[in-house]
């Protein structure tokens, strides 16, 4: 006979789940859950269902009639007890907690968060830390939205502390990957341009001082209070150091401050006074989230040990951001030499300043030091993209044992073994060891024809001076020339063959403002000298062809091209065409602005100027002063048109 199975009744489940509940939670009693689970029609997963929605609707009737902590607790540990037992889905106790935290008010959020910070243990086992680190990260963040940061200070910080302790180190949720500052906290403060001091002088004013106070003071004024309180618009964003206004009005104000806690020094009895009489008021400790800023508090601010702590260690953590290397720093973020004496200077009053601070100078000193050492560890490791801290075990190695009496041989003796067996070194590491066991004698397999990688002048630059040949109708951005590594290797290879192509740029001719124009015109002179095709030395032919030059891939003698030298009544036709450009052109030949300014001081009128400027730099010049330099300047100088009307025009004049 056929078995029937009878149909899942959810709703009835649900409800059957929900009177178990009421039962078990009293002792936590997790079998009377199983009892429930096993008389109810179904597969595991629609009793997991059942279970799931009969816990959040026993939690939210437990909400609505007003349930107590107790109450919460209760269903909650049940519901961990049934994750254990397999009976609902490991999702459900946060799921739980959430709707608590949703409904209950903020004083019993406080008591119910209690309980999640004492089953941390629980939180982070395998059955529920990846099915709710989610839940938990985001239950979190919506208790600290609801929470007052100056009024729930502790409560906010339990938060903090939960989850840093829940979370592992290498969480990339919990960390501040790119150096990010929170610029929201802004500091609020009167900005008026008000004059007057701001100090509260004694009702009788025969008074003697307290001990501990010095004679000359800093003037207590507006002026001190606005530079005190603008300072922690730096703090709340540093990069503002790196602009030059900004940081000379911060490390102006910084003096002021500092000034002034100098000349209001306090001492172990007055602050010992203050301490008995703050213990007399309250017994615990304050906690101040936002500064006060009222300009009616900023002479009783200044005396104020704690308040003095608070504002010296802003500026060490300031220094410290601005001196280290952090990863996601903008380039342009470089710190002067000037900044940094400042720094350093600043820095050492301090921690002057600190130790002068009672109570416990020596020892808060100390201890700011210790922490701002493990700071920069921490910022070191951000640096290095955040490692995670768990360590592999080691592997086992199979190999077997050496014997205890063997004596390990080093690697010279290894190196001068003729032993074949020998002749395999461990360098240590796989990739290094096959490379060098390659070959039995490295230095004579250095010395081999087959590691001389050093290309021939005629074929590497093959290529760029069949694209020089203006029949070739090459567009100058698809050059060889204009390919960054290309032109990296061609520089090697010419500073390795002569010094020459070098010095012939440094001692002749206006200087050459880019790698390419000047690698074109090195390849110029390369096809006049490297012996070429009948084809191609008749178009690479022109009036330099007799120039003997061989000493240039020599690195001999200087040797001076046989060009066409510019006449004097050359430069006539070009000068009427310059106008107000001839300035250009004289930085393109090399004038400095005193020379240019000369030459306008001696000539009045615009043309007469550029007549002048063009003689000198023929005299100048001499055999230098050729038409292809001129033309090269004019080029660069933006006056193509002169070089093809003018100079171009006078070539086929001169050949005809």
């Given at each position: 006979?056929?078995?029937?199975?009878?149909?899942?009744?959810?709703?009835?489940?649900?409800?059957?789940?929900?009177?178990?509940?009421?039962?078990?939670?009293?002792?936590?009693?997790?079998?009377?859950?199983?009892?429930?689970?096993?008389?109810?029609?179904?597969?595991?997963?629609?009793?997991?269902?059942?279970v799931d929605q009969a816990f959040r609707d026993y939690?939210?009737?437990?909400?609505?009639?007003?349930?107590?902590?107790?109450?919460?607790?209760?269903?909650?540990?049940?519901?961990?007890?049934?994750?254990?037992?397999?009976?609902?889905?490991?999702?459900?106790?946060?799921?739980?907690?959430?709707?608590?935290?949703?409904?209950?008010?903020?004083?019993?959020?406080?008591?119910?968060?209690?309980?999640?910070?004492?089953?941390?243990?629980?939180?982070?086992?395998?059955?529920?830390?990846?099915?709710?680190?989610?839940?938990?990260?985001?239950?979190?963040?919506?208790?600290?939205?609801?929470?007052?940061?100056?009024?729930?200070?502790?409560?906010?910080?339990?938060?903090?502390?939960?989850?840093?302790?829940?979370?592992?180190?290498?969480?990339?949720?919990?960390?501040?990957?790119?150096?990010?500052?929170?610029?929201?906290?802004?500091?609020?403060?009167?900005?008026?341009?008000?004059?007057?001091?701001?100090?509260?002088?004694?009702?009788?004013?025969?008074?003697?001082?307290?001990?501990?106070?010095?004679?000359?003071?800093?003037?207590?004024?507006?002026?001190?209070?606005?530079?005190?309180?603008?300072?922690?618009?730096?703090?709340?964003?540093?990069?503002?150091?790196?602009?030059?206004?900004?940081?000379?009005?911060?490390?102006?104000?910084?003096?002021?401050?500092?000034?002034?806690?100098?000349?209001?020094?306090?001492?172990?009895?007055?602050?010992?006074?203050?301490?008995?009489?703050?213990?007399?008021?309250?017994?615990?400790?304050?906690?101040?989230?936002?500064?006060?800023?009222?300009?009616?508090?900023?002479?009783?601010?200044?005396?104020?040990?704690?308040?003095?702590?608070?504002?010296?260690?802003?500026?060490?953590?300031?220094?410290?951001?601005?001196?280290?290397?952090?990863?996601?720093?903008?380039?342009?973020?470089?710190?002067?030499?000037?900044?940094?004496?400042?720094?350093?200077?600043?820095?050492?009053?301090?921690?002057?300043?600190?130790?002068?601070?009672?109570?416990?100078?020596?020892?808060?000193?100390?201890?700011?030091?210790?922490?701002?050492?493990?700071?920069?560890?921490?910022?070191?490791?951000?640096?290095?993209?955040?490692?995670?801290?768990?360590?592999?075990?080691?592997?086992?190695?199979?190999?077997?044992?050496?014997?205890?009496?063997?004596?390990?041989?080093?690697?010279?003796?290894?190196?001068?073994?003729?032993?074949?067996?020998?002749?395999?070194?461990?360098?240590?590491?796989?990739?290094?060891?096959?490379?060098?066991?390659?070959?039995?004698?490295?230095?004579?397999?250095?010395?081999?024809?087959?590691?001389?990688?050093?290309?021939?002048?005629?074929?590497?630059?093959?290529?760029?001076?069949?694209?020089?040949?203006?029949?070739?109708?090459?567009?100058?951005?698809?050059?060889?020339?204009?390919?960054?590594?290309?032109?990296?290797?061609?520089?090697?290879?010419?500073?390795?063959?002569?010094?020459?192509?070098?010095?012939?740029?440094?001692?002749?001719?206006?200087?050459?403002?880019?790698?390419?124009?000047?690698?074109?015109?090195?390849?110029?002179?390369?096809?006049?000298?490297?012996?070429?095709?009948?084809?191609?030395?008749?178009?690479?032919?022109?009036?330099?062809?007799?120039?003997?030059?061989?000493?240039?891939?020599?690195?001999?003698?200087?040797?001076?091209?046989?060009?066409?030298?510019?006449?004097?009544?050359?430069?006539?036709?070009?000068?009427?065409?310059?106008?107000?450009?001839?300035?250009?052109?004289?930085?393109?030949?090399?004038?400095?602005?005193?020379?240019?300014?000369?030459?306008?001081?001696?000539?009045?009128?615009?043309?007469?100027?550029?007549?002048?400027?063009?003689?000198?730099?023929?005299?100048?010049e001499g055999d230098q002063a050729t038409k292809e330099?001129?033309?090269?300047?004019?080029?660069?100088?933006?006056?193509?048109?002169?070089v093809e009307s003018v100079l171009e025009a006078t070539?086929?004049?001169?050949?005809?």
């Open positions: 006979m056929a078995t029937i199975t009878a149909e899942h009744d959810f709703l009835s489940a649900r409800d059957r789940f929900m009177n178990a509940f009421s039962e078990a939670r009293i002792d936590n009693d997790i079998e009377i859950v199983k009892t429930c689970a096993a008389d109810v029609a179904g597969s595991d997963s629609e009793r997991k269902l059942a939690i939210k009737d437990l909400v609505t009639n007003n349930g107590s902590y107790p109450d919460y607790i209760s269903v909650i540990n049940l519901s961990i007890s049934s994750v254990t037992e397999g009976l609902c889905s490991p999702t459900t106790p946060f799921l739980l907690l959430s709707d608590v935290f949703d409904a209950v008010t903020i004083k019993d959020s406080n008591e119910v968060f209690k309980f999640v910070e004492e089953k941390v243990g629980t939180w982070k086992s395998n059955e529920f830390y990846t099915a709710g680190k989610n839940y938990l990260l985001r239950m979190c963040n919506d208790l600290l939205r609801r929470l007052s940061k100056s009024q729930d200070t502790v409560f906010c910080g339990r938060i903090q502390l939960f989850l840093a302790r829940f979370f592992p180190l290498d969480e990339k949720s919990g960390l501040n990957l790119m150096s990010q500052f929170h610029l929201d906290n802004v500091t609020i403060f009167n900005t008026d341009a008000k004059e007057g001091s701001l100090r509260i002088e004694p009702k009788d004013e025969s008074m003697d001082m307290e001990e501990g106070e010095t004679s000359v003071r800093t003037p207590v004024d507006y002026t001190l209070y606005r530079k005190f309180w603008a300072i922690q618009d730096v703090f709340r964003n540093p990069t503002h150091c790196y602009f030059k206004d900004k940081w000379r009005n911060f490390s102006r104000n910084t003096r002021a401050v500092l000034e002034a806690f100098t000349s209001l020094k306090l001492d172990d009895i007055a602050a010992s006074k203050k301490h008995a009489s703050t213990q007399t008021r309250e017994d615990k400790h304050t906690f101040f989230a936002k500064f006060l800023t009222s300009e009616k508090l900023f002479d009783l601010q200044l005396s104020d040990p704690t308040f003095r702590r608070y504002i010296l260690v802003q500026f060490l953590i300031l220094f410290q951001y601005l001196t280290q290397t952090v990863k996601f720093k903008q380039p342009h973020f470089q710190l002067t030499d000037d900044m940094t004496i400042f720094i350093k200077d600043t820095t050492e009053k301090v921690y002057n300043l600190l130790k002068e601070t009672p109570p416990n100078a020596e020892e808060f000193c100390k201890t700011i030091q210790h922490c701002l050492s493990r700071e920069e560890h921490w910022n070191a490791w951000k640096n290095e993209g955040c490692p995670s801290y768990v360590r592999e075990n080691p592997s086992v190695d199979p190999s077997p044992q050496k014997a205890a009496g063997a004596r390990k041989r080093s690697l010279g003796e290894d190196m001068e073994s003729d032993d074949p067996s020998r002749k395999k070194i461990d360098m240590g590491n796989h990739e290094l060891t096959r490379l060098w066991n390659i070959s039995g004698d490295n230095m004579e397999a250095c010395k081999s024809q087959d590691r001389v990688f050093q290309p021939s002048m005629e074929e590497f630059f093959e290529e760029a001076m069949e694209e020089a040949n203006p029949a070739a109708q090459i567009e100058d951005q698809y050059k060889l020339v204009h390919n960054s590594n290309y032109a990296w290797r061609a520089l090697r290879l010419m500073a390795r063959r002569s010094p020459y192509f070098f010095q012939t740029m440094t001692n002749t001719g206006p200087p050459i403002k880019t790698i390419p124009a000047y690698l074109e015109l090195m390849i110029t002179k390369l096809a006049k000298e490297i012996p070429q095709p009948a084809a191609a030395a008749e178009e690479l032919k022109t009036e330099e062809e007799n120039v003997d030059n061989d000493e240039l891939l020599k690195g001999g003698e200087e040797v001076l091209e046989k060009v066409a030298i510019l006449e004097t009544e050359q430069l006539d036709p070009i000068v009427p065409k310059l106008g107000d450009n001839w300035k250009t052109l004289a930085t393109e030949l090399g004038f400095t602005d005193e020379e240019i300014a000369g030459i306008e001081d001696e000539q009045s009128e615009i043309k007469e100027q550029g007549r002048a400027m063009l003689i000198k730099w023929k005299d100048r330099t001129l033309s090269k300047a004019l080029q660069e100088s933006g006056l193509k048109d002169i070539d086929e004049n001169d050949g005809l």
